[in-house]
């Protein structure tokens, strides 16, 4: 396990780097970065046998490890930069210099699941792929498309789509396809953000299935959070160096992009199955201004027994559409019991509650989904 601390002080870094030291970890530094007095940054090395040969094993001590670590630097009035794996070679036992704790820590347990969705099904990929084409076609028949869509567009171009996408999970192939062509297209059409007209009228359109709607759905779910995921993960940076948090400009234009199309979606509900109106109420719960009003009367419509995961997911989306900071903290700290982002966002003092669950949401949405409909 390497880790790395950053300080204002250098008092901080020396008392930290003499606590690894102490613990048992090799290679022990401590750096000026720049030279400028400003900051000192502590690396270690701590080295681990590998339990029964299974490395996954670690994971709920390596957690409970970089919570403890981040708390020891906060402590001292830094932060914990980064904190990676690195397991004994199997050919050196002697490599691992740190005894590991007898018993292993196990991860917190997990609530019952909820039932199991049941509209997630895809289409035919035939069908399904030509109905984007068509749909595409049809918004850029008098318009240029973005580059990112040339391939829908040109009749050519659309006709070896169409045949590169005919197995039986052709559809959600030629969906992952779309977003890394936006992905690997950033310059010329402001990459992902091109596809999101094309990918909002897909998510609302009939003749996609139930299975490509809520993909699309998290796919927009994740456009419109990335900000919030870039904010949270630099807040303690920022707040350590004094520098003011910059928030890209794409990341604001993508969200504001989702952001005015969420209430044409939610003009479906009632034809929506359970699944999508999961989706569509997480996508609500970024602009609870606009949708509150519609959509938290309707989250009873969706299946989520008291005690299962997927209702302190819900419970979550409800504070976020109330706009109610004392429901929020409380929707939170119930999942961060069970869900590891969660409890990071909540322990960084620098993170403030309506920020850790606009960064949380879409991760535990997903999660509920599963990841078959995951996208990227």
């Avoid at 030279?35 to 040969?53: E, H, I, L, N």
């Avoid at 009873?300 to 997911?313: C, E, F, S, V």
Wanted: hydrophobic content about 40%.
């Amino acid at each position: 396990m390497q880790r790395r601390f950053l300080f204002t002080r250098q008092s901080a870094a020396r008392s930290v780097a003499r606590k690894m030291t102490e613990d048992g970890c090799r290679s022990v530094t401590i750096r000026n970065p720049g030279g400028t007095r400003q900051f000192w940054s502590v690396d270690s090395t701590a080295m681990y046998p590998v339990p029964g040969d299974d490395p996954k094993l670690l994971s709920p001590f390596i957690q409970q490890e970089t919570h403890r670590l981040a708390a020891l630097a906060r402590g001292r009035g830094g932060m914990l930069l980064h904190c990676t794996v690195r397991t004994s070679p199997d050919d050196d036992p002697a490599a691992a210099t740190m005894p590991l704790p007898d018993p292993l820590p196990l991860g917190p347990p997990q609530p019952p699941p909820a039932p199991a969705w049941a509209d997630l099904h895809f289409g035919d990929p035939g069908t399904e792929v030509s109905a984007a084409i068509d749909l595409a076609r049809r918004m850029y028949a008098t318009v240029a498309p973005p580059s990112t869509l040339l391939h829908l567009t040109d009749d050519e171009l659309a006709q070896e789509t169409l045949d590169d996408f005919t197995e039986a999970d052709g559809t959600r192939h030629f969906l992952m396809n779309l977003v890394q062509t936006a992905h690997h297209l950033p310059a010329a059409d402001s990459g992902t953000r091109s596809i999101i007209p094309l990918v909002t009228e897909l998510a609302g359109s009939p003749a996609m299935s139930p299975g490509a709607r809520a993909s699309l759905l998290l796919l927009l779910l994740d456009c419109v959070c990335e900000q919030d995921v870039h904010a949270a993960d630099n807040a303690e940076w920022a707040a350590l160096t004094g520098k003011d948090l910059n928030i890209p400009s794409h990341m604001t234009a993508q969200r504001d992009e989702v952001v005015a199309r969420v209430p044409a979606l939610l003009s479906r509900w009632h034809l929506e199955g359970d699944a999508v109106r999961w989706a569509i109420s997480a996508l609500a719960a970024y602009c609870p201004t606009r949708t509150a009003a519609s959509v938290r009367p309707r989250l009873a419509d969706i299946p989520a027994p008291q005690g299962t995961g997927r209702a302190d997911i819900l419970a979550l989306m409800d504070a976020m559409l109330a706009e109610d900071t004392h429901a929020l903290q409380t929707a939170l700290a119930r999942l961060a019991t069970w869900q590891e982002r969660c409890r990071e966002l909540l322990d960084n003092p620098h993170v403030p509650p309506s920020l850790a669950a606009r960064a949380a949401l879409a991760h535990t949405v997903a999660r509920e989904l599963g990841a078959d409909l995951w996208l990227c």
